[in-house]
């Protein structure tokens, strides 16, 4: 299972995958962070595509081409704002990871990439982020053959840290 996940530090919009996961805004029209860098690199044919997909609910996932990104596709993730822990979030978190991972088994990818979904302007803790994501991905990944491999692509050095820390500290 442990060879099934990987964790690097490196812009997600640079990655050749299947699919990278972006963290985006219930509009799905592009923001900031992540979803405006990967907005500004698929071009503008992606935001035309994603018009069409009447935005995403906090916790669903949606799929778009991957257009002027070295990814194939999009899929793209609607995280909750982290208000006090008590109002969904983590549900609502777990939802993003497990909606995405049903995308990626459902076209038979070999590799997906998330970023650290709700951890920027959302404020989500990132600790707790990081369990719910590696949790939730190592459970998925024991029933399904499909994706074959998880990259958890942190830009920051304290997101790497914090999800190399918790990863190799599982027991498998």
Known sequence: MKSRIKI?????????????????????LGGGGVDGDIHRKAGPMLLEECKTLGGCKVGEAKITKGYNLPSKYVIHTVGPIYKDGNHDEEKLLRNCYINSLKIAKDMN???????????????YPKNEACKIAIDTTLDFLSQNIYPEKVIFVCYDYENYEIYLDYFNKKSF
Do not use: C, H
């Open 109 to 123: 990818f070999n590799t997906i990439a998330f970023s650290a979904i709700s951890t920027g302007v959302y404020g």
């Open 8 to 28: 690097i530090r490196a812009d997600i919009t640079e990655l050749k995958v299947d699919a990278i996961v972006n963290a985006a805004n219930t509009s799905l």
